[in-house]
């Protein structure tokens, strides 16, 4: 009979442990898990680029539902462990779920350290530790106001960095001089301070707290010193502590942690514990690497296999915030018997220090550069005499015995033994035996196989280079992710054959570029067919039995199945004869809905699609065309009333939103696109969150890009200031263009936008005005195919087939 | 089922459906989508996706599936079932070709 397994707690560490109890002994155990968090295991630390936008929950999720389905776990999501009963051994949870144990694994992790303020209990007061409070982080964010961080460590710095990305005003405050001072020796702690600050996140060092203020909600924080803050968000990320009170309340040892022996024993034979919540030899743990370690050591004695007792080792720290590479690794304290070799390069951002004893290193530190960090941590682990490499150890791994500085030779040359992936200590022969053992071509496969580089991802860079290494030409980049299952290609290689090759059907780009299905999918054929229609307007004929329903039949799809009709208002504006157009439309028709949309137009929701053409009829009487709301392509342009009546309007804003709405109307784009003009910078029609906007002051028009709104927010980036109105056309047309020529399908142009450069946009648009004409160019002569109204075209008689059953029958069909 | 009598009964013409298309046939309460492939195979499927009762007949139509228009569910023309990693079955209906005339096969039962 199978004995019966407990675990409270379903973090990463017992996560890890019970892969490896079920590699080592599939049927020892009935597993029963009990997660006070209501969701399955996932990756922790990345939940830092979860914060920031860069990736989402569903891509840090370690083991789904059916990981815990096909191992027969049973898993109580949502359950906090209120007692332990040691003599009857059961468990109890806050739902009064009992469960009896033979072994029981306490993994509660740990409680983030909430400093002992006055207000800290506050409503908009958050700690930093789960997806739940990530969410929470979010939701304030959308504010986008001030946001405070107390704890310059590593989880306050990433909080910062993520909340700045969301569009906040951050301040970091910290109680020590340099920031990550755990980690980070002072002349590093001040360059990553720099960094910071160029990004605007604000830093105030030597901060003592003293109270958060706010009588209903937070409204900002003090300092010892009487500075006050104002914030409507604050984020506790001064320091964890174990989560222990289990234990102590089941009568087991307890000191920092849950003390537990080299075997993660605690007090009780019968009840282990692991990861942030236990205490061996004295020290807590909170990085992944030894809590990765603990759970090899627990999964292999409860599998009654032999299992080497868990050994402290230094782990190395670093920085999840995009585009600061820092690493650091072991002891930097100065002292008397240490030397040290510095090497700095202020302008360039580098700083190298290696901390030496008896000609052996024993800390790193690298800031700015840090590809030689493997190779520094190899030489510090193995106590390697570097007298030898003294002269030139510092300019690392490459620079030995003259060899070139090719970045391939540094990793060829790592002996095979190094440890590439650090989280799950995993070294470098681990990786290409596997590689070449079980074929592995993908970076996914050597995650899936190996782990390495799939938990906080740094040393992707590393596992990717050992791959190129051990497959040589076989080593195919996942850098870039195919359009769908159809090819290996990539959207941008996609669009460049199409043009190099002459390509002008879909057929033809499937048949050229060697395409694995014969006519696609729902994901490639609506971009090839933007492609061509972008590419070769005057000649490709439009594919529309590859466009999405909504564009085939140009009106929105809604979760019935019936459509809804949104005809175009320029520039928002209207007149009685429209809306007595459509009063009548939705008498006739009895449209259940009528709606105003956030783009100043009007919506009539629940239409029949057999009446799809009786209704634009009705409404192309009125003058009406299509508004295009179903469309990848020119949206609106909402404006305010500007100059005309506002007595704060500087230009003609709906004027010229009208112009632009008229020359643009009826574009194919990679995705929607939605402009606004607002008549002075009050900005009423929210021209700064759009795809492209436009603020008038008095010396003319402020053309914006690149904002967002919807499952993203971020303001507009400027574009530049242009004197008239025929240049603001100009110039948006013209980057219209340059999107339309270059985003990948659904690619709003704020993803566009970041992805080529800000700066590559204005140069091109702003600078060079031989590139603006023939974008311009471009977009007019393509618009010449574009701009037909497919609603009248419908209305007299294309695509009929559409609109209509091919036939009625009566009898009941057989099954 | 054994006891059905199936007949076959005349629809319209094969170029009444777009390739890669899908057109519907009213049968009562009932909506029959009729697809056609690239390659001129048809088949017929209740017009409700197993998700959530998307109308399949809007989907796109690639090789031998659709994708429903509402949320992406990849359906098989041949049995109705979904593709991958989603579960569920929409009835199929038997359609076959008399030269151009396409019969769908309903019964009384």
Same mark, same amino acid.
Not at chain 1, 59 to 86: A, F
Not at chain 1, 583 to 608: C, E, H, N, S, W
């Given at each position: 009979m199978k004995k019966k397994l407990v675990i409270i707690g379903n973090g990463m560490a017992p996560g890890r442990m019970m892969e490896h109890l079920f590699d080592?002994?599939?049927?020892?155990?009935?597993?029963?898990?009990?997660?006070?968090?209501?969701?399955?295991?996932?990756?922790?630390?990345?939940?830092?680029?979860?914060?920031?936008?860069?990736?989402?929950?569903?891509?840090?999720?370690?083991?789904?539902?059916?990981?815990? %389905?096909?191992?027969? %776990?049973?898993?109580?999501?949502?359950?906090?462990?209120?007692?332990?009963?040691?003599?009857?051994?059961?468990?109890?949870?806050?739902?009064?779920?009992?469960?009896?144990?033979?072994?029981?694994?306490?993994?509660?992790?740990?409680?983030?350290?909430?400093?002992?303020?006055?207000?800290?209990?506050?409503?908009?007061?958050?700690?930093?530790?789960?997806?739940?409070?990530?969410?929470?982080?979010?939701?304030?964010?959308?504010?986008?106001?001030?946001?405070?961080? %107390?704890?310059?460590?590593?989880?306050?710095?990433?909080?910062?960095?993520?909340?700045?990305?969301?569009?906040?005003?951050?301040?970091?405050?910290?109680?020590?001089?340099?920031?990550?001072?755990?980690?980070?020796?002072?002349?590093?702690?001040?360059?990553?301070?720099?960094?910071?600050?160029?990004?605007?996140?604000?830093?105030?060092?030597?901060?003592?707290?003293?109270?958060?203020?706010?009588?209903?909600?937070?409204?900002?924080?003090?300092?010892?010193?009487?500075?006050?803050?104002?914030?409507?968000?604050?984020v506790m990320a001064a320091g964890i502590k174990a989560n222990s009170a289990l234990g102590s309340d089941a009568g087991l040892e307890v000191n920092r942690g849950i003390v537990v022996d080299g075997c993660m024993r605690t007090s009780d034979p019968d009840i282990y514990s692991l990861g942030e919540c236990a205490e061996v030899d004295g020290q807590v743990y909170g990085l992944v690497a030894p809590l990765y370690q603990m759970a090899r050591v627990a999964a292999g004695h409860l599998a009654g296999v032999p299992t080497e007792a868990f050994l402290h080792a230094d782990t190395p720290t670093k920085l999840k915030v995009t585009g600061v590479d820092l690493f650091s690794l072991g002891d930097f304290a100065e002292g008397e018997d240490r030397e040290e070799i510095v090497l700095r390069d202020a302008c360039a951002g580098i700083y190298k220090r290696l901390v030496l004893r008896d000609n052996r290193i024993i800390?790193?530190?690298?800031?700015?550069?840090?590809?030689?960090?493997?190779?520094?941590?190899?030489?510090?682990?193995?106590?390697?005499?570097?007298?030898?490499?003294?002269?030139?150890?510092?300019?690392?791994?490459?620079?030995?015995?003259?060899?070139?500085?090719?970045?391939?030779?540094?990793?060829?040359?790592?002996?095979?033994?190094?440890?590439?992936?650090?989280?799950?200590?995993?070294?470098?022969?681990?990786?290409?035996?596997?590689?070449?053992?079980?074929?592995?071509?993908?970076?996914?496969?050597?995650?899936?196989?190996?782990?390495?580089?799939?938990?906080?991802?740094?040393?992707?860079?590393?596992?990717?280079?050992?791959?190129?290494?051990?497959?040589?030409?076989?080593?195919n980049p996942a850098a870039v992710s195919p359009m769908c299952n159809c090819t290996e290609l990539g959207h941008d290689d996609v669009r460049r054959l199409i043009k190099a090759k002459d390509l002008k059907t879909i057929p033809a780009v499937m048949q050229e570029l060697e395409w694995k299905t014969s006519c696609g999918c729902a994901k490639c054929r609506p971009a090839l067919n933007y492609y061509l229609v972008c590419d070769w307007p005057d000649e490709y004929a439009d594919d529309y039995q590859s466009r999405f329903i909504n564009e085939r039949v140009h009106a929105n799809i809604q979760k019935d199945g019936t459509y809804s009709v949104v005809p175009?208002?320029?520039?928002?504006?209207?007149?009685?004869?429209?809306?007595?157009?459509?009063?009548?439309?939705?008498?006739?028709?009895?449209?259940?809905?009528?709606?105003?949309?956030?783009?100043?137009?009007?919506?009539?929701?629940?239409?029949?699609?057999?009446?799809?053409?009786?209704?634009?009829?009705?409404?192309?009487?009125?003058?009406?065309?299509?508004?295009?709301?179903?469309?990848?392509?020119?949206?609106?342009?909402?404006?305010?009333?500007?100059?005309?009546?506002?007595?704060?309007?500087?230009?003609?804003?709906?004027?010229?939103?009208?112009?632009?709405?008229?020359?643009?109307?009826?574009?194919?784009?990679?995705?929607?696109?939605?402009?606004?003009?607002?008549?002075?910078?009050?900005?009423?029609?929210?021209?700064t969150c759009k795809d492209v906007g436009v603020i008038c002051v008095d010396s003319g028009y402020e053309i914006h890009f690149a904002g967002a709104a919807g499952l993203d927010i971020k303001g507009t980036e400027v574009l530049g200031l242009v004197k008239t109105e025929d240049e603001a056309l100009e110039y948006i047309v013209a980057l219209v263009q340059m999107y339309r020529e270059q985003g990948r399908y659904l690619e709003r142009i704020y993803k566009w936008a970041k992805r080529v450069g800000y700066d590559e946009v204005r140069s091109q648009i702003m600078e060079d005005a031989d590139k603006r004409q023939a974008y311009f160019d471009r977009f007019v002569f393509s618009q010449k195919f574009a701009q037909v109204d497919p609603w009248s075209e419908r209305v007299s008689g294309a695509d009929k087939q559409e609109f209509r059953p091919m036939a009625t029958v009566t009898m009941e069909a057989a099954q | 089922m054994n006891a059905m009598t199936k007949s076959w009964v005349a629809i319209g013409s094969i170029d009444d459906i777009p390739r890669r298309g899908a057109r519907c046939v009213e049968n009562g309460d009932m909506t029959i989508a009729v697809f056609r492939t690239a390659d001129?195979?048809?088949?017929?499927?209740?017009?409700?996706?197993?998700?959530?009762?998307?109308?399949?007949?809007?989907?796109?139509?690639?090789?031998?599936?659709?994708?429903?228009?509402?949320?992406?569910?990849?359906?098989?023309?041949?049995?109705?079932?979904?593709?991958?990693?989603?579960?569920?079955?929409?009835?199929?209906?038997?359609?076959?070709?008399?030269?151009?005339?396409?019969?769908l096969g309903i019964g009384e039962g």
């Open positions: 080592e002994a599939p049927d020892a155990y009935d597993v029963t898990i009990f997660n006070a968090e209501p969701r399955v295991n996932y990756d922790r630390i990345m939940l830092s680029p979860v914060l920031s936008g860069e990736k989402s929950f569903e891509e840090i999720v370690i083991h789904g539902d059916g990981w815990y %389905i096909e191992r027969g %776990i049973t898993l109580y999501k949502g359950h906090r462990i209120v007692g332990i009963d040691r003599a009857a051994k059961t468990v109890t949870s806050d739902h009064d779920v009992t469960e009896s144990y033979d072994k029981l694994v306490i993994a509660t992790g740990s409680v983030p350290f909430v400093i002992p303020v006055p207000g800290n209990d506050l409503p908009g007061v958050l700690t930093y530790r789960d997806l739940d409070d990530v969410n929470a982080m979010l939701l304030a964010a959308q504010a986008r106001k001030k946001a405070v961080v %107390i704890g310059g460590g590593l989880l306050g710095l990433e909080a910062a960095a993520g909340l700045k990305e969301r569009g906040m005003d951050v301040t970091v405050l910290h109680l020590m001089p340099t920031l990550m001072e755990r980690q980070l020796d002072t002349a590093a702690g001040h360059l990553l301070q720099q960094e910071l600050e160029g990004r605007d996140i604000k830093i105030i060092t030597n901060a003592n707290t003293k109270a958060i203020l706010g009588s209903n909600y937070v409204e900002g924080v003090e300092l010892s010193d009487g500075t006050v803050i104002p914030a409507s968000l604050v800390g790193v530190v690298l800031y700015g550069e840090t590809s030689d960090g493997a190779w520094f941590a190899d030489l510090l682990k193995k106590e390697t005499d570097i007298s030898e490499l003294r002269d030139t150890l510092i300019f690392g791994q490459a620079y030995q015995g003259g060899a070139s500085a090719d970045p391939m030779a540094a990793v060829a040359a790592l002996p095979d033994d190094a440890e590439i992936c650090g989280c799950n200590g995993i070294c470098k022969s681990a990786i290409t035996g596997a590689i070449s053992e079980k074929g592995l071509t993908s970076l996914d496969d050597v995650r899936a196989h190996t782990k390495a580089s799939a938990s906080c991802g740094s040393c992707t860079g590393l596992v990717e280079q050992l791959m190129a290494l051990t497959l040589g030409d076989n080593y175009r208002m320029w520039g928002g504006q209207t007149s009685a004869a429209e809306l007595r157009a459509i009063a009548d439309v939705v008498d006739r028709f009895d449209v259940p809905t009528v709606k105003v949309t956030g783009g100043q137009r009007i919506d009539m929701l629940g239409i029949k699609k057999d009446d799809l053409p009786a209704v634009w009829e009705e409404l192309g009487k009125a003058g009406f065309v299509s508004g295009h709301a179903y469309a990848k392509g020119l949206r609106t342009v909402k404006t305010c009333v500007g100059s005309d009546w506002c007595r704060f309007g500087t230009q003609n804003s709906t004027g010229l939103g009208v112009r632009l709405e008229k020359f643009m109307w009826g574009s194919w784009t990679p995705a929607k696109v939605k402009l606004a003009v607002s008549g002075c910078p009050r900005n009423c029609a929210e021209a | 001129d195979r048809v088949f017929a499927l209740e017009d409700k996706c197993p998700h959530k009762k998307g109308p399949l007949s809007q989907g796109i139509v690639h090789d031998g599936c659709v994708t429903c228009p509402l949320h992406n569910w990849v359906i098989s023309l041949e049995t109705g079932k979904a593709q991958g990693a989603d579960e569920g079955a929409t009835s199929p209906f038997p359609v076959r070709l008399d030269g151009e005339t396409v019969l």
